[in-house]
């Protein structure tokens, strides 16, 4: 099993930035993929950015070029840097792992984290 525990939330005002980390333990060699969702208040959860195990990234067009998606496997951490923050990137944000040795659940959530953007 894997667990997530995120952290780096906070209050900031629009264009601060904000680190968040997610530290995973347990069966790490185990997760492939890592990435950041997020969901605010009546709205669907959605991906913020993706990193594959070799490095690749993605991100959802309204965070590129202000959101960076990081690993370090050595540490077994997550990062997204989130620079130039808007009102509108309120939500809870999530860590997620991608799990690929057998007999793991299709995937791995933190508990969450919140970031609160004012303008």
């Known amino acids: 099993q894997v667990q997530l525990v995120e952290s780096g939330g906070g209050s900031v005002q629009a264009g601060d930035s904000l680190r968040l980390s997610c530290a995973a333990s347990?069966?790490?060699?185990?997760?492939?993929?890592m990435g950041w969702y997020r969901q605010a208040p009546g709205k669907e959860r959605e991906l913020v950015a993706v990193?594959?195990?070799?490095?690749?990234?993605n991100y959802l067009d309204s965070v590129k070029g202000r959101f960076t998606i990081s690993r370090d496997n050595a540490k077994e951490r997550l990062y997204l840097q989130m620079n130039s923050l808007k009102p509108e990137d309120t939500a809870v944000y999530y860590c997620?792992?991608?799990?690929?040795?057998?007999?793991?659940?299709?995937?791995?959530w933190g508990q969450g984290t919140q970031v609160t953007v004012s303008s």
């Open positions: 990193i594959t195990s070799d490095g690749s990234t």
């Open positions: 997620h792992a991608d799990p690929r040795c057998w007999g793991h659940p299709d995937d791995y």
């Open positions: 347990g069966e790490t060699p185990c997760i492939d993929s």
